[in-house]
């Protein structure tokens, strides 16, 4: 089942270090915003971002990155959450059966093929090619702060004419000054996430194919694009005002070239690297690409679009 050059599964485990970013927070009590916190194996609280943060990023960069819209479903043409399960949508496809409904929507989506989806009526669902798992600090090596800002009223800038005006019509519902906390953290982050091109244009209600060749290596490409996208800079909650500072990147990333699943390994540990390594040589047919900065990464995934997809049949 492999040539040498073809690809099965993508994983990918890496090391980032973000600096004075809140990218993703559990919410905001009275005028506090809290920032995430994950409980790893050892009892130890970290610092967290979810992964479906990251899966949401990457998605809205396949949408995108696709200068063709008409590639996309209609809710997934408007980033309509619920993909094939629009009512409108789901009309079209009513009358067929299961593996009709599935053949169609992967066919008609390159969203819905990708990133998956979920249909009430008929009851079936897609699960997502692309996977993302939390981003977590890595123990003694984040920082957290709660910041105090203060939001002030315009009838600060008025004259005291102006204000005492203003008083008097009732147009002052705030205070004039409104304190609030929001965190920032900064740290290194540990990183997985895993893609699995085989699946591209598969249909798993019949495990038959429907897409040709050429269209499936264009979504595998489009995908990887979306990779590249997303990792050019950290996006999430409040970039406005805490626009992360990318520092470093550094990591490792699987390459399956037969019908064997890639490893994927936390980065939290230390020695993930030289697992990942080892594992790759003890099974075959598994190449280990690493990379030490965001430059090297972003050539690994341009050296990676020219392969072919491994069709799991042959």
Not at 57 to 69: G, V
Not at 271 to 290: D, F, H, M, N
């Amino acid at each position: 089942m492999s040539n040498g050059d073809s690809i099965f599964e993508i994983s990918l485990m890496a090391r980032v270090t973000w600096d004075l970013h809140s990218l993703n927070n559990e919410g905001t009590v009275g005028n506090v915003t809290e920032p995430r916190t994950v409980v790893l194996a050892s009892g130890q609280k970290s610092d967290g971002v979810s992964g479906e943060m990251l899966k949401h990023i990457h998605s809205y960069n396949i949408w995108l990155l696709e200068a063709d819209k008409s590639h996309f479903c209609p809710a997934c043409a408007c980033l309509h959450p619920q993909r094939a399960d629009e009512p409108k949508y789901r009309k079209t496809l009513s009358g067929k059966d299961n593996i009709e409904v599935m053949s169609k929507a992967i066919k008609n989506c390159s969203l819905c093929d990708l990133h998956g989806f979920l249909m009430q009526e008929p009851p079936i669902n897609r699960r997502s090619t692309i996977e993302f798992g939390w981003v977590v600090g890595i123990p003694e090596h984040f920082h957290r702060e709660i910041h105090l800002h203060a939001r002030h009223s315009q009838t600060e800038r008025q004259t005291k004419e102006q204000r005492a005006e203003a008083e008097q019509e009732e147009q002052r519902e705030v205070s004039a000054q409104m304190p609030y906390h929001r965190p920032t953290r900064s740290g290194i982050y540990a990183l997985v996430s895993l893609f699995q091109p085989w699946r591209i244009g598969l249909n798993e209600i019949n495990y038959e194919y429907v897409l040709g060749a050429d269209d499936r290596k264009a979504r595998y490409c489009l995908a990887l694009e979306a990779y590249k996208a997303g990792f050019m800079r950290a996006d999430g909650a409040m970039t406005s005002t805490r626009l992360a500072h990318v520092e470093a990147i550094e990591g490792i990333i699987a390459v399956s070239e037969c019908n064997f699943p890639v490893p994927v390994l936390s980065p939290l540990r230390d020695s993930y690297k030289s697992e990942v390594e080892a594992l790759a040589k003890k099974q075959g047919g598994i190449k280990v690409l690493t990379f030490a900065s965001l430059a090297q990464l972003m050539q690994i995934w341009d050296d990676l679009k020219v392969k072919a997809i491994l069709d799991f049949k042959k």
